[in-house]
């Protein structure tokens, strides 16, 4: 893949990894003893994001698609899997040292000979191989090793067949899965976007081998549409294709959805043609065949794999960054996330104008409304002003306002994020009117002042 060459943090990724932390969208792990580097927590508001992005990705997988099947396979697998699957012999890095600050990079991240941090003598590039080892058992021998997975597609591969024999699906047909993945990343950084603990949203579809690139091009559009759907900006993704240097010893045809990071442009997810790479492995290794009869047909094959692989980290990383503006004031600039309602933590914010003449009872009234529904939040500290601050950042798309004429007429004022209008809206039609931002969101057309800080 295109790697993001080592930079210095431009502006808008350091700001963005401040909010992050401010707000609760992300802290560093195990931070109270120092951190544990390249792993992290997300917080209230991270979670949410999180959890809305597996769901819409669940939802356009398994639930949409009649020839799609979940599964959720143990992140821990017989060893034996990872040398059918060619990571215990070549799931390597080359990594150099350098000998005087001791750091280690990946070779290929380095432009230099020198160390890029002190300048230092490097040592020759070594193989490291990525995964993290284990032992099952209270042995600590070499017969009980067993690693943390560093990709959910080995699980599907070896449920190929319960899958078949269990389900009522032909080939074609796909099994998706979302769940953690570890790598021992020798440089990880740009925040979320390279950690050694992530999640991963991978599907596997078989299919007939002369029908691959069909299939290729269907699940390439389908992913495209994915990332659009999520409300980013179509000028902000692009198609890289693994030419022949890049391409995995298994893959025939390679495709990588490439965001514009402020760091670069960097790969999001991959869409590839595995052949019949994968199941040929586990047929080899396991010793139980893995072909499919096509009873219609009457012929047994190998099926080939399309597989769409994405990272919800790296997918969550594209949604803040794409969401991150300032908008220049008199006193200080608005920073405001400017995120799709359907991946937004908090749908809609509910306030007292004041804490007195019945205002928070009125308010939190509406507030227990919406909650049934949305995930919504109640705030009545401060002026509204620093409450609305507070929701921009949170990428919250609208705020609703109790006030003295709520009383008399039962309406409240509904604060745009984006735009910053108010309109009056009756507190019965709150509901149809989040929903409708949720279905239908356009987002405006803005400058962003960080573009000059942007690594080509
Ligand atoms: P890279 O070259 O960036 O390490 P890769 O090509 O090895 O990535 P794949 O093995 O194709 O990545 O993994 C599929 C997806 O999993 C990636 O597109 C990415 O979204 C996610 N992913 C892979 N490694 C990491 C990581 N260390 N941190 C976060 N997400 C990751």
């Not at 796909?174 to 993945?181: D, H, L, S």
């Not at 390439?220 to 409300?231: E, M, P, T």
């Amino acid at each position: 893949m295109a790697k993001p060459k080592k930079n210095k943090a431009p502006v808008k990724m350091e700001k963005l990894m401040s909010l992050c932390k401010r707000r609760g969208f992300i802290f560093l792990s195990s931070e109270i003893y120092g951190g544990q580097s390249a792993f992290w927590d997300f917080g209230p508001l991270g979670v949410e994001i999180k959890k809305n992005i597996k769901e819409l990705w669940w939802k356009s997988m398994v639930h949409e698609n009649e020839n799609i099947e979940g599964l959720d396979a143990s992140i821990i697998m017989h060893p034996r899997v990872w040398e059918a699957s060619g990571h215990v012999a070549g799931f390597n890095d080359p990594m150099v040292d350098c000998k005087e600050c001791k750091k280690r990079f990946r070779a290929d991240d380095i432009e230099s000979e020198r160390c890029p941090d002190c300048g230092g003598e490097l040592t020759s590039p070594r193989q490291f191989n990525l995964m993290f080892k284990t032992h099952v058992g209270p042995v600590e021998d070499s017969a009980s090793i067993a690693y943390l997975r560093p990709e959910t597609a080995q699980g599907i591969y070896v449920n190929f067949l319960n899958v078949v024999n269990s389900s009522r699906q032909k080939v074609p047909f796909g099994i998706a899965q979302t769940g953690k993945a570890f790598r021992n990343e020798i440089t990880p950084g740009n925040f979320i976007f390279r950690s050694r603990e992530f999640e991963q949203m991978e599907m596997q579809f078989f299919v007939k081998p002369d029908t691959a690139d069909y299939w290729m091009d269907y699940w390439k559009k389908q992913r495209w549409d994915f990332h659009i759907r999520l409300g980013i900006r179509s000028e902000r993704i692009r198609w890289h294709e693994h030419g022949p240097g890049e391409l995995a010893h298994y893959a025939k045809t390679a495709f990588d959805i490439e965001y514009r990071f402020p760091f670069g442009w960097a790969e999001l997810e991959g869409i590839h043609n595995r052949t019949d790479f994968d199941l040929k492995m586990h047929t080899e290794f396991s010793h139980k065949d893995m072909s499919y009869f096509d009873q219609e047909n009457n012929e047994r094959f190998i099926p080939y794999i399309i597989e769409t692989s994405a990272g919800c980290d790296r997918t969550m990383l594209e949604i803040l960054a794409d969401a991150y503006e300032e908008e220049p004031g008199e006193k200080e600039n608005r920073v405001v996330m400017r995120m799709s309602p359907l991946v937004a933590p908090i749908k809609a914010a509910v306030f007292p104008l004041v804490r007195r003449d019945g205002m928070p009872e009125q308010a939190r009234e509406i507030y227990l409304e919406l909650k049934n529904e949305f995930p919504v939040f109640y705030d009545e500290s401060g002026t509204v002003g620093r409450r609305y601050r507070r929701m921009d950042e949170a990428g919250t798309p609208y705020c609703i306002t109790v006030d003295s004429q709520t009383k008399e007429d039962d309406t409240v004022t509904v604060r745009d994020r984006d735009t910053m209008e108010q309109v009056r809206v009756k507190t019965g039609d709150l509901k149809n009117m989040i929903r409708d931002s949720i279905e239908n969101y356009k987002r405006p057309e803005t400058v962003d002042i960080f573009e000059e800080t942007y690594v080509e």
